[in-house]
């Protein structure tokens, strides 16, 4: 079974200033999707960004890029230009697409509660 | 505009009450989910259907039943066999290889 790992349950950082958050995962598989997602004090879950392991490059969205180093199987998540909304907590999750049909299971790390400090 | 819809926002239940909650999405995607969110253990997967009148147990789906008869509905019933209900339930879609849609969910509370 897939396993997702986030060692930081708590982070802060000063507006405009950049932060990284850690995400490892454990998995015998080559093909899988990896996600971050955003959940403010609303509780509503947002997509920050999405990396398939097939591509080599890193996913970048505006302000937040990933370090993906699937050897490693590390997946982490910078934040650059830290604004007051980013205030939220942040979940890593691991797909496998070799589940079939349109069913990809997630599974999800426990999160990082991120603190943007004014 | 196209979404999911959780209701109610906030549920209450009584001791050896059956409560059920509400999911639709006019996303026309087949597959939905439902996840158990508590503090400090992320989203935990309960039940998840791929197609109309299927679905299969998630991780922790004991105490909990769903059904499919519609493909934009998949209500979760918290039957009084789950011990401890008090969680913020959320649901979510998806198709073909896109990324889960999720809902605002519902906190269930124990009265």
């Known amino acids: 079974a897939q396993t997702v790992t986030q060692s930081q349950p708590e982070m802060s950082v000063q507006e405009a200033e950049t932060v990284t958050l850690s995400c490892t995962y454990d998995t015998s598989e080559n093909n899988y999707y990896l996600f971050w997602y955003k959940q403010p004090p609303s509780r509503q879950m947002i997509l920050v960004i999405r990396?398939?392991?097939?591509?080599?490059q890193n996913a970048t969205e505006n302000r937040f890029s990933v370090n993906f180093q699937k050897a490693a199987k590390s997946f982490s998540l910078k934040i650059s230009d830290s604004q007051l909304g980013d205030t939220a907590m942040y979940f890593c999750a691991f797909r496998n697409p070799a589940s079939g049909g349109s069913n990809y299971k997630l599974t999800f790390g426990k999160g990082t509660l991120l603190t943007v400090n004014p | 505009d196209g979404g999911i819809t959780q209701s109610p926002k906030y549920l209450f239940r009584k001791e050896g009450q059956n409560v059920t909650l509400s999911c639709e999405q006019n996303l026309n995607h087949d597959a939905m989910y439902w996840y158990r969110q508590d503090p400090g253990q992320g989203l935990r997967l309960i039940y998840y259907s791929q197609i109309v009148n299927d679905f299969q147990k998630g991780d922790i789906a004991e105490g909990y039943s769903v059904s499919r008869e519609k493909k934009e509905s998949f209500p979760l019933t918290v039957t009084s066999a789950q011990k401890n209900p008090t969680a913020f339930y959320l649901c979510a879609s998806s198709i073909g290889f896109q990324p889960q849609h999720f809902g605002d969910g519902t906190r269930l509370s124990i009265l």
């Open positions: 990396q398939e392991a097939y591509k080599q």
